[in-house]
């Protein structure tokens, strides 16, 4: 997906991510964000979440994401642990999120 030098370009990220928040984390966090796009359960909350447009633990109920992050090992599951990663870094790096 990335060039050899495991930079994203611009066009990749604006392709991929044409959000801000999430564009501002591929920028900023793209260890964490590659990470992430590696885990097929990572992928599938990080979908679910944008999807929904949730945040923190309101994600984590019956109607919103709580059945795929159950899925993939739950709150303290390697899949969930990738994303909050990405979203502590792009909080961290002030990337307008929610």
Do not use: K
Not at 21 to 47: H, P, R
């Amino acid at each position: 997906m990335c060039p050899v030098d495991d930079q994203p370009t611009e066009a990749q990220c604006d392709a991929v991510f044409p959000d801000e928040c999430a564009n501002c984390a591929c920028d900023e966090c793209y260890s964490d964000l590659d990470s992430c796009l590696d885990d097929f359960g990572c992928l599938a909350i990080f979908n679910c979440v944008t999807s929904r447009s949730c945040s923190g633990l309101d994600c984590y109920q019956p109607e919103t994401c709580q059945g795929v992050i159950d899925s993939f090992g739950g709150l303290y599951g390697n899949s969930a642990n990738l994303l909050f990663n990405v979203i502590e870094c792009a909080d961290n790096q002030g990337c307008p999120c929610q």
